[in-house]
């Protein structure tokens, strides 16, 4: 009987894996992962460390069964119909991938395949985008009736995927590259296992009392594991426990990331352009001053204690606590005057999480020109939020020492004044909305 291929890509994992699942139905099965140079290019050291990980943890968990992952670098359009005619396969299976550049690269592959089907099983989400609609069929441009519908539409059981009876299969493979040197950043353990480990260690957190405090450092971090897919996140929904009282507020996060991958996929133009237009016509910085504020902005020299420990963490981590993500954001958009697609850009090349749909719409949310816009007149004041969230100082002493230890280098004095920039920015928006 000739094999299927599975293609792995946002889903690198065996359990609740319902493209496995298909694929094994049809006999034995060769585990495949394409390096794209067009997503290798444009990822960060960090990035690709992860990644490379994730891609050995899974390898070792493939081996435990059969032969292995197989690699191939190119153009999955090339790659994957050469691999079908080296192995006469009969078909090749996927996780359906709703984002942009997926969607079209999919669309290649099929054609390029002819006669061999691809076979799309199950998606990165609970419900797959393009499901959830309103009463007259257009799609929610909302997050609260989103979020409504979505929970009455409900999702699958976790698909029973079970590796030990698959029949693996395996081909002549590629090294992966060699990692990065990523010395200094503290990755968290990439694969599988270590993304259920993470889980079951956290999912007692009384989520609601510590979601918005990045000094205690209390969120899932599941983020890197259901960006790569090593947990999906049907595993987890069915693992809340509906008693406790938090599962709630955290089941609404998870429908953020629902809601984002649906907006993207209605809205394909909304990872690069305004999704409300109206603002497009504020002034933003350019030439030499924009290269001047984003790099103090990016490397964490603002002079504002908790953006400059955010972009330092975000550095070190590839990875940055959520309520300081707006805090970071909001400062660069509205306080320094650069355009959100600049912000958007640096953190999609350092973020081990960093997801197109949940990344560009967080951006345009601060920016106030997206779904849900927050109002643009708020503002997040830099130095209250800090003493807000990070009341005893924790966090910002654990990026900036030098605020408390001179011996450690030179604090920036603040890169613009707050107050000045806020009113500048109010102005600003006033204008544009009396003369458009
Ligand atoms: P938890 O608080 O434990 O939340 C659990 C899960 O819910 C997260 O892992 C995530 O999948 C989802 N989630 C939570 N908040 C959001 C949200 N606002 N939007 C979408 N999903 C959410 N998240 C990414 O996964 N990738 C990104 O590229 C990304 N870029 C962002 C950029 C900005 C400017 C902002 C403000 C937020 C961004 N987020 C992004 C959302 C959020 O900050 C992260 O998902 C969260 O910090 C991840 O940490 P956690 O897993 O511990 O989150």
């Given at each position: 009987?000739?094999?299927?291929?599975?293609?792995?890509?946002?889903?690198?994992?065996?359990?609740?894996?319902p493209?496995?699942?298909?694929?094994?139905?049809?006999?034995?099965?060769?585990?495949?992962?394409?390096?794209?140079?067009?997503?290798?290019?444009?990822?960060?050291?960090?990035?690709?460390?992860?990644?490379?990980?994730?891609?050995?943890?899974?390898?070792?968990?493939?081996?435990?069964?059969?032969?292995?992952?197989?690699?191939?670098?190119?153009?999955?359009?090339?790659?994957?119909?050469?691999?079908?005619?080296?192995?006469?396969?009969?078909?090749?299976?996927?996780?359906?991938?709703?984002?942009?550049?997926?969607?079209?690269?999919?669309?290649?592959?099929?054609?390029?395949?002819?006669?061999?089907?691809?076979?799309?099983?199950?998606?990165?989400?609970?419900?797959?985008?393009?499901?959830?609609?309103?009463?007259?069929?257009?799609?929610?441009?909302?997050?609260?009736?989103?979020?409504?519908?979505?929970?009455?539409?409900?999702?699958?059981?976790?698909?029973?995927?079970?590796?030990a009876?698959?029949?693996?299969?395996?081909?002549?493979?590629?090294?992966?590259?060699?990692?990065?040197?990523?010395?200094?950043?503290?990755?968290?353990?990439?694969?599988?296992?270590?993304?259920?480990?993470?889980?079951?260690?956290?999912?007692?957190?009384?989520?609601?009392?510590?979601?918005?405090?990045?000094?205690?450092?209390?969120?899932?971090?599941?983020?890197?594991?259901?960006?790569?897919?090593?947990?999906?996140?049907?595993?987890?929904?069915?693992?809340?426990?509906?008693?406790?009282?938090?599962?709630?507020?955290?089941?609404?996060?998870?429908?953020?990331?629902e809601?984002?991958?649906?907006?993207?996929?209605?809205?394909?133009?909304?990872?690069?352009?305004?999704?409300?237009?109206?603002?497009?016509?504020?002034?933003?910085?350019?030439?030499?001053?924009?290269?001047?504020r984003?790099?103090?902005?990016?490397?964490?020299?603002?002079?504002?204690?908790?953006?400059?420990?955010?972009?330092?963490?975000?550095?070190?981590?590839?990875?940055?606590?959520?309520?300081?993500?707006?805090?970071?954001?909001?400062?660069?958009?509205?306080?320094?005057?650069?355009?959100?697609?600049?912000?958007?850009?640096?953190?999609?090349?350092?973020?081990?999480?960093?997801?197109?749909?949940?990344?560009?719409?967080?951006?345009q949310w601060?920016?106030?020109?997206?779904?849900?816009?927050?109002?643009?007149?708020?503002?997040?004041?830099?130095?209250?939020?800090?003493?807000?969230?990070?009341?005893?100082?924790?966090?910002?002493r654990?990026?900036?020492?030098?605020?408390?230890?001179?011996?450690?280098?030179?604090?920036?004095?603040p890169?613009?004044?707050?107050?000045?920039?806020?009113?500048?920015?109010?102005?600003?928006?006033?204008?544009?909305?009396?003369h458009?």
């Open positions: 009987m000739s094999a299927s291929i599975l293609w792995f890509r946002r889903d690198l994992r065996l359990r609740d894996h493209a496995l699942l298909a694929a094994a139905a049809d006999g034995p099965v060769l585990p495949l992962f394409v390096l794209d140079p067009a997503l290798w290019g444009t990822s960060g050291d960090v990035r690709r460390a992860f990644l490379l990980r994730t891609l050995r943890a899974l390898d070792a968990d493939l081996r435990r069964f059969g032969p292995g992952l197989v690699v191939r670098s190119g153009r999955p359009e090339s790659v994957v119909p050469a691999l079908v005619a080296e192995v006469a396969a009969q078909a090749v299976h996927v996780s359906a991938d709703f984002g942009p550049y997926g969607a079209a690269r999919d669309a290649r592959v099929e054609e390029a395949l002819g006669d061999v089907p691809l076979v799309r099983t199950g998606s990165p989400y609970a419900v797959a985008p393009g499901r959830v609609l309103t009463n007259d069929g257009r799609p929610y441009q909302v997050f609260t009736p989103f979020h409504r519908a979505w929970v009455d539409h409900g999702w699958r059981a976790p698909a029973e995927s079970d590796p009876s698959v029949d693996w299969v395996g081909a002549p493979s590629e090294d992966l590259p060699a990692e990065p040197d990523v010395s200094g950043v503290d990755l968290p353990e990439a694969g599988e296992a270590a993304a259920l480990a993470r889980w079951t260690a956290w999912r007692g957190t009384p989520y609601d009392d510590v979601r918005d405090r990045p000094d205690l450092d209390a969120t899932s971090r599941l983020s890197p594991d259901l960006r790569w897919g090593t947990i999906h996140p049907r595993t987890v929904l069915a693992d809340l426990d509906a008693r406790n009282p938090h599962a709630a507020t955290f089941r609404k996060e998870l429908a953020w990331r809601f984002y991958a649906h907006v993207l996929h209605h809205w394909p133009s909304s990872a690069r352009e305004y999704f409300r237009p109206e603002l497009r016509g504020l002034p933003y910085v350019t030439g030499a001053e924009l290269e001047h984003l790099d103090a902005w990016t490397q964490g020299r603002t002079g504002y204690p908790i953006v400059d420990a955010g972009m330092r963490q975000l550095l070190a981590e590839g990875w940055m606590h959520n309520r300081v993500r707006m805090i970071v954001a909001s400062f660069l958009v509205k306080d320094l005057h650069v355009e959100w697609q600049h912000g958007a850009r640096h953190f999609m090349r350092h973020l081990v999480d960093g997801d197109l749909a949940s990344n560009q719409h967080n951006w601060v920016a106030g020109c997206g779904t849900d816009a927050a109002p643009y007149f708020r503002i997040f004041n830099p130095t209250t939020q800090g003493k807000k969230f990070d009341p005893d100082g924790g966090y910002v654990r990026w900036v020492p030098e605020l408390t230890d001179p011996s450690v280098g030179t604090y920036p004095e890169i613009v004044d707050h107050a000045e920039q806020r009113a500048a920015t109010l102005e600003a928006y006033q204008l544009l909305r009396r458009g």
